[in-house]
C-alpha cells in the first residue's frame, strides 16, 4: 500500500515532465526544426531587431534605458517607451550574461515559453480538477497555440505563462475561497510579480480577475469576493507601478517627452480583435485550401493585420464554441461543479469578446481612459486558455462518466491521443521553418560585414549612419524597414552608432536636422563630432544610395568603401580626415550650423546646449530642457512657435541661479503689439512691450530664493479669424523663438 501511494504522488509529477517535455519538443521542431544555431536569431526583420536591440543594451555596461553606444554622440534613451516587463528582462539579461550574445538570449528565451506556458496550463487544469492525462493535453495545445509561433517578432508575448495563473485568481474569486486568507505564500506577492511579464497580460489579468470577483459576488450574494478581486486587481496595478519607477524618475529628470510611443483611441478599432479571425485557420495552414480561405479573409476585409495571430486552431474553435454556449445555457447558481465551472469560463470569455472586438468597449477605453492599450487582439491568448479549459472540463467529464469498463478507458485513451495529434497537426505549421533559415542566413552574412568594420577601426570608434530614420517605431524608408539601423550595434562589441536616439529628445532632433545639410557639411560636422566611420544603407534611397555614395566618395577624394555581400551597406572610413579641435578649423558652412545648435569643443570634449536655453524652433530641445511647458501651440513654425493662452508656464529642468539676465527673443501678434507682456519669476514680475517684429528683450533678475518656473502673461490673445487675418481659429499671443537665462556673479 505504502508503494501504491509513493507511486501515485509521483504520476502528477510525471505528468507535468512529460507535457513540459512534449512542449519543448513540437515547439522546437515547429519553429526552427530538428538544427538550427541557438547563436542566430530565430527572426531577424521588424520588431524582432528591436527584442535583440535590448536584450543586447541589458547585457552592456552603457545602460538599458540611457545607452551610450546608441544615439552618439548625445545617447539613446529608452525610458520614454514604459512598459512592465522587468520579469522579462531580468531573464534575458542572466542569459544574455551567461552566453555573451543576443541572439542566443532571446532565441532560448523563446524556446522556454512553451514549458513554461505548458506547465501553467496543466498546474490551473489540475487545481480545477481535471485528471493528468487530460489536462497534459490541453496543457501542451495551449503552449503551441498559433499565437505562439506567429509572435516571434514580439518576443515577451511568447511568455504567456502569467495567463492560466490569472485564471485560476479568478476561478478562486468566482468559488469565494477567500483567496487572500488562506496560508502559504503571499498571492499578493505572486499577482505583483505576475505584473512584471507584460502590461498587456496585466490588463488583460486585471480584467479576468474582476469578471470573476463579479461573478462570485452574483453567484454566492456576498461582497466578499468583489473585495477580494479589488484587492488583487490593485496588486497587480502596484506591481506594474513598480516597474514604471525608473522610467518615471527618468522622465522627471529628462522632462516629459510629448512624442514618443504616440497613441490614437482609433488604434483600439484599427488593432482590435475580430471573433472571424479566432475561428479561420491560421493564415499558413498547412492545407493549402484552408490557408486559402483566411488568404480571401485578409485580401477582401478591411483592418487585417497583427490580429491574424488570433487562429485558435479547431480544437480551441470548439472549446469556444462550448464556452459560449456553457454562458448561455447555465447560471452562477448552478451547483454542480462542472457546469458552474463552464459557466464561469464562458461569461468570462463573452465579457472578453465583448470588450475586445473591433467596436466593442475597448473603443470606449481607448477615448475615455487611455488610447495606450491599442492591441486588444492580443487578448486572443486569454480566450485560447478560457476555452481549452472549459473544453478540457467537458472532455475530462465524458471520460470519467464511461470509464466504469476497460474497453471504455482504451476509448479515452484513444480519444485523447487523436485530439493532441490533430490539434499539433492543425495548431504547427512547416511554414514557421522556412523565416527562420531566411534570418539565419542573413544574420551570417550581415555579421561578416560588420565584423570587417569593426576590425578596420579602433576600439571604442563611432560611425555616423545614413538615412536618418526616427526611433522607435520609424516607418519603412524605401526598402529600409525600422530597426534595420541598429544592427551594426547589435554584431558589434565597442563601436558607437549614431542611430537610436529617441524622437522628441535633442538627440534626434539634432541627427535628422544633420542629416538635412550637404554631404560635405554632415561629414566634416560629424568628424568634429567625434565619427571615425560614414555607413550607408542604401535600401533607405529611392536611387539605390547612388548620390549619397558619388557625394562621399568625392568628398572623401576617392575612397572606396567597405561593402557587404548584397552590396547594400557600405562604409566610408573617416580617419583620413582632420578632427578640429575648434570652430575656427571649420568651413563657414560647418562652423554656422554648429553654431545654431550651440555646440563647441574644449580640450576634445564636446559642451552642449545651456540647461536654461529653449530654442523653440526645435521642440524636442523645448522637451529635453524643460520639464514642462504650457500655453504654447503643439507644433513648432520655422521660425519658432506661438503662445495659445493667456498665462505661458515653462517649468525647467533645473532651477534657476539667484542672479540672471532673462534673454527673450519673441514678437508679438496682432493687437498685442505695443502693450506690456507680464514676466513673472518667483516672487518678482517684471514686464516688457511685444513689438511686431521679432526682437531680442534681456530682463535682468535678482531672486531671494531659486525656482523652476517662468510665467508669462499676455495682454490679449487673438486668433488671426478675429482680426481678418486668416482663418486660423488660434488664440495666438507671442511668437517665441528662444529664450535663454545668462547667469551673472553674485553682488
Request: with cysteine.
Amino acid at each position: 500500500m505504502q508503494r501504491l501511494n509513493v507511486r501515485t504522488n509521483r504520476t502528477p509529477i510525471l505528468w507535468a515532465v512529460a507535457v513540459a517535455l512534449s512542449a519543448i519538443i513540437v515547439g522546437t521542431l515547429t519553429a526552427g526544426g530538428a538544427r538550427f544555431n541557438l547563436r542566430e536569431p530565430l527572426s531577424y526583420v521588424g520588431d524582432s531587431i528591436f527584442y535583440l536591440m535590448t536584450t543586447q543594451r541589458l547585457g552592456e555596461g552603457t545602460g538599458y534605458l540611457i545607452n551610450s553606444r546608441q544615439g552618439f554622440p548625445l545617447g539613446s534613451q529608452l525610458f520614454d517607451f514604459v512598459g512592465s516587463d522587468w520579469g522579462n528582462m531580468l531573464v534575458l539579461d542572466a542569459l544574455q550574461k551567461v552566453s555573451g550574445s543576443a541572439a542566443w538570449a532571446n532565441n532560448v528565451y523563446f524556446l522556454a515559453g512553451f514549458p513554461l506556458s505548458a506547465l501553467a496550463a496543466f498546474w490551473c487544469l489540475r487545481r480545477l480538477e481535471i485528471s493528468g492525462p487530460t489536462s497534459s493535453v490541453f496543457a501542451l495545445l495551449f503552449a503551441i497555440i498559433p499565437f505562439h509561433f506567429l509572435r516571434i517578432p514580439h518576443l515577451y508575448f511568447t511568455w504567456y505563462f502569467v495567463v492560466p495563473v490569472y485564471v485560476w485568481f479568478a476561478v478562486e474569486l468566482y468559488k469565494g475561497t477567500g483567496m487572500f486568507t488562506s496560508r502559504g505564500p503571499s498571492k499578493a506577492v505572486v499577482l505583483a510579480a505576475l505584473a512584471c511579464f507584460g502590461v498587456y497580460y496585466a490588463a488583460f489579468g486585471c480584467m479576468v480577475l474582476f469578471i470573476g470577483a463579479v461573478l462570485g459576488w452574483l453567484r454566492h450574494r456576498s461582497a466578499r469576493p468583489l473585495l477580494a478581486g479589488v484587492f488583487a486587481v490593485i496588486f497587480v496595478c502596484v506591481g506594474v507601478a513598480a516597474n514604471l519607477l525608473p522610467n518615471i524618475y527618468l522622465i522627471q529628470q529628462f522632462g516629459k517627452n510629448s512624442e514618443l510611443a504616440h497613441r490614437v483611441p482609433a488604434g483600439s478599432e484599427v488593432y482590435g480583435l475580430k471573433i472571424t479571425q479566432l475561428i479561420l485557420p491560421r493564415p499558413d495552414h498547412r492545407l493549402e485550401q484552408l490557408a486559402a480561405i483566411s488568404a480571401d479573409y485578409g485580401q477582401q476585409f478591411p483592418n487585417v493585420n497583427e490580429n491574424v495571430h488570433s487562429a485558435l486552431g479547431f480544437v480551441g474553435v470548439i472549446g469556444l464554441l462550448l464556452v459560449i454556449a456553457s454562458a448561455i445555457a447555465y447560471s452562477p447558481r448552478v451547483q454542480e461543479q462542472r457546469r458552474s465551472l463552464l459557466f464561469m469560463l464562458g461569461a468570462t470569455t463573452v465579457v472578453l469578446l465583448l470588450t475586445a472586438t473591433s467596436g466593442g468597449f475597448s473603443a470606449l477605453f481607448s477615448l475615455l481612459v487611455t488610447p495606450l492599450i491599442r492591441g486588444w487582439n492580443r487578448i486572443s491568448v486569454v480566450v485560447a486558455f478560457l476555452s481549452l479549459a472549459g473544453l478540457a472540463i467537458a472532455v475530462d467529464g465524458a471520460r470519467h462518466r464511461f470509464a466504469s469498463t476497460g474497453r471504455a478507458a482504451a476509448l479515452g485513451t484513444l480519444g485523447l491521443t487523436a485530439i493532441a495529434i490533430f490539434g499539433i497537426w492543425d495548431q504547427t505549421s512547416r511554414a514557421d521553418q522556412s523565416p527562420v533559415k531566411m534570418a539565419q542566413a542573413e544574420y551570417r552574412k550581415e555579421s561578416e560585414f560588420y565584423r570587417a568594420v569593426e576590425a578596420s577601426l579602433p576600439e571604442g570608434a563611432a560611425v555616423y549612419q545614413l538615412p536618418f530614420m526616427r526611433f522607435p517605431e520609424s516607418p519603412m524608408k524605401g526598402r529600409l524597414s525600422s530597426y534595420d539601423l541598429s544592427k551594426g550595434f547589435l554584431h558589434s562589441r565597442s563601436l558607437k552608432w549614431s542611430y537610436g536616439a529617441a524622437v522628441g529628445r535633442v538627440g534626434a532632433d539634432f541627427m535628422e536636422h544633420l542629416s538635412t545639410q550637404p554631404s560635405a557639411t554632415q561629414l566634416e560636422v560629424a568628424r568634429f563630432l567625434g565619427f571615425s566611420g560614414f555607413l550607408i544603407d542604401r535600401r533607405g534611397y529611392h536611387d539605390n544610395g547612388q548620390a549619397i555614395d558619388e557625394e562621399a566618395s568625392k568628398f572623401l577624394g576617392g575612397v572606396s568603401p567597405i561593402e557587404d555581400q548584397s552590396k547594400d551597406l557600405a562604409f566610408y572610413s573617416l580617419r583620413a580626415l582632420p578632427a578640429p579641435d575648434s570652430l575656427a578649423q571649420m568651413s563657414p558652412a560647418a562652423t554656422a550650423w554648429l553654431e545654431r545648435w550651440k555646440i563647441s569643443k574644449t580640450a576634445g570634449v564636446l559642451a552642449t546646449r545651456s540647461p536654461y536655453d529653449l530654442d523653440f524652433q526645435a521642440p524636442a530641445v523645448l522637451n529635453t530642457q524643460a520639464r514642462a511647458a504650457t500655453g504654447l501651440w503643439g507644433g513648432a513654425e520655422e521660425w519658432g512657435t506661438w503662445t495659445v493662452a493667456k498665462v505661458v508656464k515653462l517649468q525647467l529642468k533645473k532651477p534657476l541661479p539667484l542672479h540672471f539676465t532673462l534673454e527673450i527673443e519673441a514678437n508679438a501678434f496682432g493687437p498685442n503689439a505695443g502693450r506690456e507682456v507680464g514676466v513673472r519669476i518667483g516672487s518678482q514680475s517684471k514686464a516688457f512691450t511685444g513689438t511686431a517684429a521679432m526682437s531680442k528683450i534681456r530682463i535682468p533678475f535678482d531672486l531671494t530664493e531659486s525656482t523652476d518656473l517662468i510665467e508669462l502673461t499676455v495682454p490679449a490673445p487673438t486668433s488671426p479669424k478675429d482680426v481678418s487675418q486668416s482663418a486660423d481659429t488660434r488664440t495666438l499671443g507671442l511668437g517665441l523663438r528662444s529664450l535663454s537665462v545668462v547667469e551673472q556673479r553674485s553682488k
